[in-house]
């Protein structure tokens, strides 16, 4: 069974510029959050995507943007880049159960974000 | 904000000794809790989630929870060299919300 596969897993990017991450979660799972990763504040979420819906979204600037497609795949979008934004990126998939929250979440390999 | 504290390390411990990772965590009404393990580099992986109070075992990996007091931990027996990561809590929120603490590093000495 596939992972869950995230893309471009490098990127160099100059400041101002924008960013598209994508990422593919494991197959039947429809849940999808990011997570920005920095050694200074650890793992902080950024949104969760359910049915192509933002369901939870984390203390970020707007600059910082989502979607998810009809087949679970989901784009997070970084616009008006900052030196601060560099860090890894991660997306997590996770099964959805009715009335259930906080399933279990699997990690993709992440996406490393540099903005020079 | 909820909050999730690690104590940050470094633990070491020599090979084949018990190794014990522990996590508070703020919010009272949390009900789903996780270790995730990181080596240097690479993304989380999984290692177990616990959503009742006790013991969970899954072999050498014992996840502990202990709502009143807020508190989970991770007992890693037989500590191998290939277990020296950062291990990571996470605290479940609405959704599929996870909060996570800063992470405790393992180094486990031949």
């Known amino acids: 069974k596939a992972g869950v596969t995230q893309t471009p897993r490098y990127l160099i990017k100059t400041r101002g510029q924008q960013v598209t991450l994508s990422c593919s979660p494991i197959s039947g799972h429809r849940s999808v959050s990011w997570y920005q990763q920095t050694p200074g504040q650890g793992l902080q979420f950024l949104f969760e995507?359910?049915?192509?819906?933002?369901?939870n979204k984390g203390n970020f600037p707007g600059r910082f943007s989502g979607r998810q497609f009809s087949n679970s795949r989901s784009e997070m979008n970084v616009s008006t880049l900052e030196l601060g934004d560099s860090a890894l990126y991660l997306c997590?998939?996770?099964?959805?159960?009715?009335?259930?929250?906080?399933?279990?979440?699997?990690f993709g390999q992440g996406t490393r974000l540099t903005v020079v | 904000q909820k909050e999730v504290e690690q104590n940050s390390g470094p633990l070491s411990v020599p090979e084949g000794a018990i190794a014990s990772l522990n996590c508070t965590y703020s919010d009272r009404v949390s009900q789903s809790f996780f270790w995730y393990r990181q080596y240097s580099g690479k993304s989380p992986e999984l290692i177990m989630s616990?959503?009742?109070?006790g013991d969970k075992e899954d072999g050498r990996f014992t996840a502990q929870l202990n709502k009143a007091s807020q508190y989970v931990s991770l007992l890693i027996r037989d500590s191998q060299p290939s277990d020296s990561a950062t291990y990571l809590c996470a605290v479940g929120g609405t959704g599929n919300q996870f909060y996570f603490g800063t992470g405790t590093s393992l180094t486990v000495i031949p």
């Open positions: 995507y359910f049915s192509e819906t933002q369901r």
């Open positions: 997590a998939s996770s099964l959805v159960f009715p009335g259930i929250s906080n399933t279990e979440a699997f």
């Open positions: 616990i959503y009742s109070n």
